[in-house]
């Protein structure tokens, strides 16, 4: 291959919360607009990128990966260091590296975002009532991950393969689902199921509410684990799962569909507002 009249080609080295977080596809696409070469990669120390192209573009792209990085991801350091040009043809997402042992975290869990919940509400769009609809700005994370290099093989997601509709998502560079590890559909992703009586999706989700109402413990087993849930307006049942969790006096988490359902059970403050939808949702005291 012919490198091109005065190109540079530098080597960056990205660690922190940088897999599982849309890191890749964000260099792709910064890297192939600034009309960049080279190369990205998950490996188990965090993202490595070979880029080669003119100076001013390779310190453009080298800049937004501290300056501008994905919304998910926490960059801890980059370090560059130039190497050979090398003559690549374009711009890649090479397979992730297994060298040494693994150092890179993964991001958290992240609540659906508006695009994903958008398309959920849809009666039009074929993720219409899918629960488990993700993105590469949302979805599950850390409690998916049996390995890194953060990658689907490495996931508990590794069994559902991708139906063609969501692999050619997952393939093109301008869908929001480039490299979405945990990507799926109703056609080819998990699926809601009331194991006492095998019933899917719709069905599954009425039984469930059928036993809640009726003041049942209900074992609700998600991606991560189980947990257990019972209608919190029942005192009978909310005693049940306290008799059975032996736990007397410990609060439980309260779930509620937004902040004016929060709102009607408590005073909400704008810290704990603001705490309630960021993208992690975490239990609020
Ligand atoms: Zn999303
Ligand atoms: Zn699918």
């Known amino acids: 291959m012919v490198a091109a009249e005065g190109a540079v080609r530098r080597r960056i080295r990205v660690t922190g919360t940088v897999q599982g977080v849309g890191f890749r596809p964000f260099v792709y696409r910064h890297a192939t607009r600034l009309g960049l070469r080279g190369w990205v990669q998950n490996d188990s120390a965090g993202v490595l990128i070979e880029v080669e192209g003119d100076a001013p573009a390779v310190d453009e792209v080298t800049r937004l990966l501290t300056d501008e990085p994905p919304p998910l991801a ?15 043809a374009a711009f890649a997402i090479l397979d992730s590296g297994h060298d040494g042992e693994p150092t890179a975290p993964v991001s958290v869990d992240t609540a659906t975002c508006a695009a994903c919940l958008a398309e959920v509400d849809d009666p039009a769009d074929r993720r219409f009532r899918y629960p488990f609809t993700n993105c590469t700005d949302c979805g599950p994370r850390y409690t998916i991950v049996r390995s890194v290099p953060y990658d689907r093989p490495g996931t508990t997601m590794a069994g559902f393969t991708m139906c063609p509709a969501c692999q ?24 809601l199921r009331w194991s006492l009586s095998g019933a899917e999706g719709d069905a599954a989700l009425d039984a469930t509410v059928a036993a809640l109402r009726s003041g049942a413990v209900v074992a609700v087993k998600g991606i991560g684990g189980f947990h257990l849930a019972v209608d919190a307006t029942d005192a009978t049942a909310v005693a049940e799962l306290r008799r059975r969790k032996s736990r007397d006096h410990k609060p439980f988490a309260v779930m ?11 005073s909400l403050g704008a810290a704990a507002a603001e705490a309630l939808m960021s993208p992690g949702r975490p239990v609020v005291i």
């Open 74 to 88: 926490r960059v801890g350091n980059v370090s560059t260091e130039s190497v050979p040009v090398a003559g690549d």
């Open 168 to 191: 050619a998502e997952y393939d093109d560079p301008a869908d929001r689902r480039f490299h979405a590890q945990p990507n799926a559909c109703p056609e080819c992703g998990p699926r």
């Open 256 to 266: 509620v569909a937004d902040l004016n359902a929060a709102r009607a059970l408590c």
